[in-house]
């Protein structure tokens, strides 16, 4: 059979599903995957870590017998292009017992950002490894280690913006083919992540 193509919904659709499934990973339950995709860039003899944008959501059901998380992570076509999201690798994890028991011990419960999202990452940093990214990172210009991420292309149709996310207000407007807006600080906000299978924890 033939692969054949649809568009089911409209691009101005797919434009702010994407803008969620982003959010989710810089300033959401998918902040683990913001914290470890990157790549070390030699710049000024040492290593800078360049981020690479990643998008989805974690899932859970409300009695803990499933976690998930699925979402895409953008590759490099060209070398010195910013990534597009329609470029993309495609991943889902999921983790639960066959028999449907619930994924608890005590206080501790497994949901999507301990148990899919971890198992998603450990995938997408092997992505990286393997794909070329570094290489192709290395044709970009100082600017991108510099801002610290490998910047997305955006829709010359949609102006970036940027928001006051608390309160939901725009501050202001973008310019044209850049992102506008900043990444939660775990450092600052002293948020760590365990290991929901570390032996220790089970016992």
């Known amino acids: 059979a033939k692969a054949v193509e649809h568009q089911i919904v409209s691009e101005d659709i797919t434009q702010q599903m994407r803008e969620i499934l982003r959010k989710v990973v810089t300033h959401g339950t998918g902040r683990r995957a913001r914290g470890e995709l990157f790549i070390d860039m030699p ?6 870590p ?19 998380f699925a979402g895409f992570l953008p590759y490099p076509v060209k070398g010195g292009k ?13 983790i639960g017992y066959d028999k449907n028991e619930m994924m608890r011990r005590g206080g501790f419960r497994v949901y999507g ?14 992505i990286l490894n393997v794909k070329e990214y570094k290489e192709t990172l290395a044709k970009l210009s100082a600017n991108t280690f510099a801002h610290g991420e490998w910047p997305l292309q955006v829709n010359s149709r949609f102006s970036p913006l940027l928001v006051d996310l608390p309160r939901g207000s725009i501050i202001r407007k973008g310019e044209a083919g850049s992102e506008n807006w900043e990444t939660t600080n775990i450092a600052k906000t002293g948020e760590s992540y365990r290991d929901a299978f570390a032996v220790e ?3």
């Not at 950002?113 to 092997?126: H, N, Y």
């Open 82 to 94: 910013a990534l597009s999201p329609e470029n993309s690798y495609v991943i889902a994890t999921y």
């Open 113 to 126: 950002s301990i148990g899919g999202l971890p198992l998603w990452t450990d995938v997408a940093k092997q």
């Open 50 to 68: 360049v981020r690479v944008p990643a998008f989805g959501k974690t899932g859970s059901t409300n009695d803990y017998t499933t976690s998930s």
């Open 43 to 48: 710049s000024g003899g040492k290593n800078v």
């Open 201 to 203: 924890q089970l016992q």
